[in-house]
């Protein structure tokens, strides 16, 4: 098992653990994301047809318009959303859906802005853990 811990800057703090679902391309959630269940729907998009409800997801910032806060809290309260969202910088849409949704619901989500190396550093598949201070864990396999 590898073991590797990055420190990243808590925009929105937190903690979560999941399994990291990653992409380096932007994603739109407007037409791109169901907030029914947690599917990405953007079939041009890298991780089209994958499911992040209840994972880490790991991409570098939203792509579109403020719609990307309204999906994300729908996703929140219908139970679909991601646990945490990994970016490379302080992305206004996502944190803006974690802080109303903690308002509205009494849930929101860590997001986590890590340098571009450190971003470079997630897999799909890594399973990762969110510390309240911006902590990034990650565990995964050891390459046979």
């Known amino acids: 098992?590898?073991?590797?811990?990055?420190?990243?800057?808590?925009?929105?703090?937190?903690?979560?653990?999941g399994e990291a679902l990653v992409s380096r391309e932007?994603?739109?959630?407007?037409?791109?994301?169901?907030?029914?269940?947690?599917?990405?729907?953007?079939?041009?998009?890298?991780?089209?047809?994958?499911?992040?409800?209840?994972?880490?997801l790991v991409v570098p910032c939203t792509r579109g318009s403020s719609t990307t806060t309204a999906v994300l809290l729908e996703s929140i309260r219908e139970g679909t959303a991601p646990a945490a969202i990994i970016t490379t910088a302080?992305?206004?849409?996502?944190?803006?859906a974690s802080v109303v949704a903690g308002e509205l619901y009494e849930k929101s989500f860590p997001l986590i802005a890590l340098?571009?190396?450190d971003f470079d550093c997630l897999e799909t598949g890594d399973q990762i853990e969110v510390s309240q201070n911006g902590q990034v864990s990650i565990h995964r396999e050891a390459a046979q």
Do not use: C, Q
């Open 115 to 117: 340098s571009d190396a």
């Open 1 to 17: 098992m590898e073991n590797l811990i990055l420190n990243g800057r808590p925009v929105i703090s937190g903690v979560a653990r």
């Open 26 to 56: 932007p994603l739109s959630f407007w037409g791109g994301y169901d907030w029914k269940t947690g599917e990405i729907t953007d079939r041009r998009h890298p991780l089209s047809g994958s499911n992040a409800k209840g994972k880490i």
């Open 90 to 96: 302080s992305d206004f849409f996502f944190a803006l």
